[in-house]
């Protein structure tokens, strides 16, 4: 049977949280661009999500947390979702791993980063270069990592080459590397937005880490990822929507507000069928995040689904973002709407995770089989 709906407890969820981002995120938005960390404020949403009943701890539940939040403050959605989904990121540690490192994480007062990207390993994550090489019950790991977010983290989930003898992602591994470890140092970047959440480079230099803090199997850490992208595919999506949504809201009230020729501007056409489109595209675009949601909820694939979001859904609000903006004439373009600043994060979201190439890629190569070799 299809539905489209939330059930009255996610409805009540939805409501509370849009009050709570409303009234308590989105007043201090703007001062995460001078680089603040809004760790409390995260806890504090963590809070809010645990006076639920855990009967609706679903990932389309934890769908509602990324829109919402979202619309407040786009920088703390990813750490609000730490109650639904760091179990799943690290789901293939050890049970004394998860024991050490899930409390702090899923209630906000530790954060993670991963350490994917390399200077030469992009899209390309086959390429990865650092390496992790096994003395004893120890991995030392060299190497440099690349536009780690949350380079403010307590601990990092480092991929690395465990088998020299292979070139591709076949033999990569994951370890959690606690902040403290000797050998790690960092390079923040200056980054145009998301500016709340540090991003720049790992160097591991002699890093020592114990065998028992590898994480999943040697060598089986690129499926392990690859799934949890599945999944966080539909965050960044609906984190984009969040931001897209409330946006759009205030240009509404804008245009219904303000008069130019004697009328208001929402009289105007070239106004209103703007919105309208943007209207049609949320919608459209919020159904498809969902079903990845849902998908994962019946423990069906996503991957296909979850592609096609994180290909479309950060361009299109970066594109609708960009539109209500310029709604706002040049009220708009000044800092003191938080229209540009959400454009700015938006934008670094269709990078981040995989550009829009690559899931048309993982698409085409789905869609064609073999018939499609780029
Ligand atoms: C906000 C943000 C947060 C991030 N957070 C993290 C993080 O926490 N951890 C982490 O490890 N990484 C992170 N990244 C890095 C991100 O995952 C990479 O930027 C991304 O995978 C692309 O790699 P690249 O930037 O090296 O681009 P490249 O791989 O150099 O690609 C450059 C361009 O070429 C295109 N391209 C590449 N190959 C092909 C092809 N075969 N066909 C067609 N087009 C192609 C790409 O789509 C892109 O447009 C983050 C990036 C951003 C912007």
């Known amino acids: 049977m299809l539905g489209f709906?939330?059930?009255?407890?996610?409805?009540?969820?939805?409501?509370?949280?849009?009050?709570?981002?409303?009234d308590e995120l989105l007043?201090?938005?703007?001062?995460?661009?001078s680089g603040v960390y809004p760790r409390d404020r995260i806890i504090r949403v963590i809070e809010l999500i645990g006076e639920v009943d855990d009967a609706d701890f679903s990932f389309v539940s934890a769908g509602i947390v990324a829109e919402e939040v979202a619309r407040g403050d786009f920088n703390c959605v990813l750490p609000s979702l730490g109650p639904f989904t760091f179990r799943e990121f690290i789901s293939q540690a050890?049970?004394?791993?998860?024991e050490r490192w899930l409390p702090g994480l899923q209630s906000g007062k530790q954060m993670i980063g991963l350490g994917l990207t390399e200077p030469d390993a992009g899209s390309d994550m086959g390429s990865i270069r650092t390496r992790a090489e096994k003395r004893g019950d120890h991995y030392v790991l060299n190497g440099e990592k690349n536009s780690v977010s949350f380079?403010?983290?307590?601990?990092?989930?480092?991929?690395?080459?465990?088998?020299?003898?292979?070139?591709?992602?076949?033999?990569?591994?994951?370890?959690?590397?606690?902040?403290?470890?000797?050998?790690?140092?960092?390079?923040?970047?200056?980054?145009?937005?998301?500016?709340?959440?540090?991003?720049?480079?790992?160097?591991?230099?002699?890093?020592?880490?114990?065998?028992?803090e590898l994480v999943g199997s040697p060598g089986g850490a690129f499926p392990m990822i690859r799934e949890f992208f599945d999944l966080n595919r539909a965050f960044i999506a609906l984190k984009c929507l969040g931001a897209?949504?409330?946006?759009?809201?205030?240009?509404?009230?804008?245009?219904?507000?303000r008069k130019q020729f004697g009328s208001p501007l929402s009289s105007f056409q070239g106004v209103a069928f703007p919105i309208a489109e943007a209207a049609t595209l949320i919608e459209a675009a919020r159904w498809?995040?969902?079903?990845?949601?849902?998908?994962?909820?019946?423990?069906?694939?996503?991957?296909?689904e979850g592609a096609m979001s994180k290909w479309w859904i950060p361009k299109i609000c970066t594109e609708i973002i960009h539109e209500c903006l310029l709604l706002h004439g040049h009220y708009g373009y000044t800092r003191e709407l938080p229209i540009e600043q959400r454009l700015r994060d938006v934008i670094g979201w269709q990078i981040g995770d995989g550009p829009a190439q690559i899931q048309k890629l993982i698409l085409a190569r789905k869609l064609l089989g073999r018939e499609f070799s780029p």
């Open 288 to 304: 498809l995040a969902y079903k990845v949601l849902w998908l994962k909820d019946q423990g069906q694939p996503c991957d296909t």
């Open 94 to 98: 050890s049970p004394e791993l998860k």
């Open 244 to 257: 897209a949504q409330q946006t759009l809201d205030e240009t509404i009230e804008h245009v219904k507000g």
């Open 27 to 33: 007043p201090h938005y703007s001062e995460g661009d």
């Open 5 to 22: 709906g939330f059930s009255a407890e996610q409805e009540a969820f939805r409501a509370g949280l849009r009050r709570f981002s409303l």
């Open 151 to 212: 380079l403010n983290a307590d601990v990092f989930y480092v991929f690395a080459r465990t088998d020299p003898s292979r070139t591709d992602w076949r033999g990569l591994s994951a370890f959690l590397i606690p902040r403290e470890t000797p050998g790690l140092s960092f390079h923040a970047y200056d980054d145009m937005g998301c500016r709340a959440v540090p991003r720049g480079q790992l160097f591991l230099d002699d890093v020592r880490v114990a065998a028992s």
